[in-house]
C-alpha cells in the first residue's frame, strides 16, 4: 500500500509577483499526514491560513485566485502542481505577499528545489480518489470540456485552440506522472500581445517579462503602438514588422503553449484534496473550466466519501477458502468469508457471496430473506481477524474474541444475490493481543454497513 509523502525539509523561492511586480519570497514546508496543502500569507498581521482546495477559488481571469475574507493568494498553479505531480500529499507554503513569484513562468524551479531537499515517506495510506466512471464539466461561454474516464493511474491530454496562425491547434499529452519533470514542468507561461493591454488595464501582469513569459505577435499593430507597449512593460522596444515570438529563451518544445495548459491542469486538480486514478481529456482548457471540474470532483468524493474496494473476480485470490479454515476456527454455517482479495499491513479485503441457501434466510425472513445486520458485522470481525492472524506463527492455535462494538450503522438490506466486499483496517497497532478496527461492507459501489470494534487475540488452551 502506498504512503503518503511530504518533504524531508524546506525550500524557498524568490522572485518578482507576475500581476503585482512585488518582490515575494514562498516557502514550502513539510507538514503531517492528512494536512493536504496549505497556504499561509506570513505577511499580514494574522498570518491567515487557506486550505488549498476548489471551493476558495474567487478568480480564475489570469491565473487561480484563492480568497478567504479579503485575503488573497494567487497564481498558486504552478507550485501546486509540482507538489501533486512529485507525489507530495501534505504541505504548509508560506508566502509573503498576495501572489507566489512568477519565477521563469514554469513549474521547473520548484521541481528542482523538492528534488534537492528530498521527499519523506509517512505512515498514512496514500488516499486516491479513483474513478470509476466517466465524468464531464462543459463551459458554454468558452466551449472548453473537460472529461475524466477510469484508468489505473493519473494522465492527462489537452488539446487547444488558438485565434492565431502561431499556435492554431495544438496537443499535449502526459501519460504518467513520473514523466512531468522533463515533459511538462519547464513549459512556460504564455500571452499573446493582443492581451498585454487589456491586462495592464485591468491592474495585472506588473511583472510581466521576456523572462518569465512567451508573448505572442501575431496580429501586426503600429510601430507608435508596439513602441507604448513594450515601454510600459519595461522591455526593449521591437520591429512592429517581425510576427511571431518573443521571448528571450527559445520555445523548448513547439507545443509549448499546449504543455503548460497541461501543467496548469495539474495544478488547478490539486485543489481536488486526493491523487486522483483517472485519465483527463481537456479541450480548449482554462483556469474556469479547471475550477469547475475541480469542485465537481470534490462532490463526487463527498458522496463516495469511502470508495469500494475494486473487485475483479478473475484475479486469483490471495487468501482462497482453504487458506481462510486454517486461519479461523470457524465453520459451516459461520465461516462468513469465501476469499481475500487484498491484504496489507493495516489493511484487507474480503468477500463474500450471498446466495439464496444461507441457513439464516431460512427464519430472516421466509417472506422477504434479508441478511442479519449481527452477522455482517461478524463477517467484517472475521476480516479483521484474518489480518491478525495471518501475521502469527501457528495462527491455528488463536482465536479472535469481540470486546466491543461501536458506532455501527446499516444503510440498505443484504439480500441474496449480493456479492458483499469487507474493508477492514487497523485504528492501532496490535497492543497486549488487544485490537482496535474499523470496517465496512460494500455491494456494488454502495456502503451497506460499517462498524468500529475491539477484538482480542487469544491464544487456544
Known amino acids: 500500500m502506498l504512503k503518503q509523502n511530504t518533504l524531508k525539509g524546506s525550500f524557498s523561492l524568490c522572485g518578482k509577483g507576475l500581476h503585482t511586480g512585488l518582490s515575494l519570497t514562498v516557502t514550502f514546508n513539510p507538514a503531517p499526514e492528512n494536512h493536504g496543502y496549505k497556504i499561509q500569507r506570513i505577511d499580514l498581521e494574522e498570518q491567515p491560513v487557506i486550505d488549498a482546495i476548489a471551493e476558495k477559488v474567487v478568480d480564475t481571469q489570469r491565473g487561480t485566485v484563492l480568497g478567504m475574507g479579503d485575503v488573497r493568494i494567487s ?120 492581451d498585454i493591454e487589456p491586462l495592464l488595464k485591468a491592474n495585472l501582469i506588473k511583472g510581466g517579462d521576456m523572462d518569465n513569459a512567451i508573448i505572442i505577435y501575431e496580429r501586426q499593430i503600429s510601430q507608435e503602438h508596439l513602441d507604448k507597449l513594450a515601454d510600459l512593460l519595461k522591455t526593449p522596444r521591437m520591429d512592429a514588422t517581425k510576427m511571431g515570438y518573443i521571448q528571450n529563451k527559445p520555445l523548448v518544445w513547439e507545443n509549448e503553449c499546449t504543455r503548460h495548459k497541461l501543467l496548469d491542469i495539474i495544478g488547478d486538480m490539486a485543489l481536488v484534496g486526493k491523487p486522483i486514478k483517472g485519465r483527463i481529456i481537456a479541450t480548449r482548457p482554462g483556469h474556469t473550466v479547471n475550477n469547475k471540474f475541480a469542485r465537481l470532483m470534490r462532490k463526487e468524493i463527498r458522496k463516495h466519501e469511502i470508495q469500494a474496494p475494486i473487485y475483479d473476480p478473475n484475479e486469483t485470490p490471495i487468501m482462497d477458502n482453504l487458506r481462510i479454515r486454517k486461519l479461523l476456527p470457524h465453520r459451516y454455517p459461520m465461516q462468513l468469508v469465501d476469499k481475500v482479495i487484498e491484504l496489507g499491513s493495516n489493511s484487507i479485503v474480503g468477500v463474500k457471496n450471498v446466495t439464496s441457501n444461507e441457513p439464516f434466510f431460512v427464519g430472516h425472513f421466509p417472506q422477504e430473506p434479508v441478511m442479519p445486520g449481527v452477522l455482517q458485522v461478524e463477517a467484517m470481525a472475521q476480516c479483521g481477524g484474518l489480518l491478525v492472524l495471518n501475521t502469527l506463527e501457528e495462527p491455528e492455535r488463536w482465536s479472535t474474541y469481540f470486546m466491543k462494538i461501536d458506532n455501527v450503522k446499516f444503510r440498505q438490506k443484504v439480500v441474496p444475490g449480493d456479492t458483499l466486499l469487507f474493508k477492514v483496517e487497523l485504528l492501532a497497532p496490535l497492543r497486549h493481543g488487544i485490537s482496535s478496527m474499523k470496517g465496512y461492507v460494500f455491494v456494488g459501489d454502495h456502503i451497506v454497513s460499517e462498524a468500529t470494534f475491539t477484538a482480542q487475540i487469544v491464544k487456544n488452551k
Not at 504552478?78 to 505531480?85: E, I, K, Q, T, W
Not at 498576495?98 to 514554469?106: A, R
Not at 499535449?172 to 506522472?177: D, F, G, M, R, V
Open 75 to 194: 497564481t498558486v498553479e504552478h507550485g501546486l502542481a509540482a507538489l501533486y505531480a512529485m507525489g507530495i500529499d501534505n504541505c504548509l507554503i508560506q508566502v509573503n505577499g498576495p501572489e507566489f513569484p512568477i519565477l521563469d513562468g514554469s513549474a521547473a524551479m520548484y521541481v528542482e528545489k523538492i528534488k534537492q531537499v528530498g521527499i519523506v515517506e509517512q505512515n498514512a495510506p496514500k488516499d486516491y480518489y479513483i474513478i470509476r466512471h466517466k465524468l464531464e464539466v462543459h463551459d458554454e461561454e468558452s466551449g472548453s470540456s473537460i472529461i475524466i474516464l477510469p484508468d489505473e493511474d493519473f494522465s492527462v491530454t489537452a488539446m487547444c485552440s488558438f485565434e492565431s496562425k502561431f499556435i492554431n491547434s495544438q496537443f499535449a499529452t502526459l501519460a504518467n506522472l513520473s514523466d512531468f519533470q522533463k515533459e511538462i514542468a519547464p513549459a512556460r507561461t504564455f500571452v499573446f500581445v493582443r
